[in-house]
T-cell receptor
């Protein structure tokens, strides 16, 4: 069945360092992926998306990389800040217009 | 600009009761999706509506139902509540079928069933 998973449940980084959050997906036919950030007590916040016809997409301080050969997605955050502390989810497009989420990675930024 | 709004923010119900959760999408968005997020997990898809029609349904029992109104707002109803229904219920809006995956989430309704 369709599923999205994450390699690491927690990630701790020093303020100012770069963060890399990884995600594996199982449906090779998926053509759209999104990264969300969820802070405690809030709904998921859209960070960046990428379509399957791209390998890389950059935003402000964030980069998403897509490796379709190994069905792997990653989110890179440059110069990580305390405000980046949150749970990060990758999601892939499902078959009903829905998104399929993994369990999430908790990012903690140490000052 | 107003984002997705949901009400109520928090809700406490007893097993067997019924609950109605409400969602207003971003202005101009015509599609609404509902997700359930159990503590420590990612959101799970429940329903998607567009132009008042159900376009998708996740693997949830018939106790869960929803509808969308002409102004594109939506309600999620859950009957015969179980303890396991305790979760954060998220509403997400998107422009429509062509952009259904670009979803923007509201703050959620925290439902506690005792």
């Amino acid at each position: 069945g369709e599923s999205v998973g994450l390699h690491l449940p927690t990630l701790s980084v020093q303020e100012g360092d770069n963060s890399i959050i990884n995600c594996a997906y199982s449906n090779s036919a998926s053509d759209y992926f999104i990264w969300y950030k969820q802070e405690s007590g809030k709904g998921p916040q859209f960070i960046i998306d990428i379509r399957s016809n791209m390998d890389k997409r950059q935003g402000q301080r964030v980069t998403v990389l897509l490796n379709k050969t190994v069905k792997h997605l990653s989110l890179q955050i440059a110069a990580t800040q305390p405000g980046d502390s949150a749970v990060y989810f990758c999601a892939e497009a499902g078959s009903q217009g829905n998104l399929i989420f993994g369990k999430g990675t908790k990012l903690s930024v140490k000052p | 600009d107003a984002g997705v709004t949901q009400s109520p923010t928090h809700l406490i119900k007893t097993r067997g009761q019924h609950v109605t959760l409400r969602c207003s999408p971003i202005s101009g968005h015509k599609s609404v999706s509902w997700y359930q997020q159990v503590l420590g997990q990612g959101p799970q898809f429940i329903f998607q509506y567009y132009e008042k029609e159900e376009r998708g349904r996740g693997n949830f029992p018939d106790r869960f139902s929803a509808r969308q109104f002409p102004n594109y707002s939506s309600e999620l109803n859950v009957n015969a509540l179980l303890l396991g229904d305790s979760a954060l219920y998220l509403c997400a809006s998107s422009l429509g079928p062509g952009d259904s995956y670009e979803q923007y989430f509201g703050p959620g309704t925290r439902l506690t069933v005792t």
